[in-house]
């Protein structure tokens, strides 16, 4: 019950963020990259809502559209090799698993 609520709660507080138009605009370096990326991976490894942290962050800089959304591509790339690192190393994926997700894989390359 509560990761369900905090998952409600992270998705709504970006979501205002965004429809606000509030933006980042302080310094990008190595800390701050720290924070935004270790807020996303809580996020996602609680959650499983590791994107809109990550995309709110690289989506105030002020970079060309095909850099915001190829850094947002390779993060999220990232976050689920890790994930599927992870979910290996612990023995819980299954024939079932593998299965969809390469069903799935089509269509999201496709769309990504």
Known sequence: ?????L???AIILVAVIM?????????RNK???AAFGGAGSFLGGYCGVAAPVVT???LSAQ?????QRANILLILGAFA???IAVLTFEGRKTLITLLLSGALLVPYSAST
Request: no cysteine; proline share 3%.
């Open 31 to 33: 800390g701050v990259y």
């Open 56 to 58: 709110m962050y690289y």
């Open 1 to 5: 019950d509560i990761t369900r609520r």
């Open 81 to 83: 090799i890790i994930v």
């Open 7 to 9: 998952m409600g709660v």
């Open 63 to 67: 970079r060309d559209t095909a850099v």
């Open 19 to 27: 429809m606000r138009g509030w933006l980042y605009r302080g310094p």
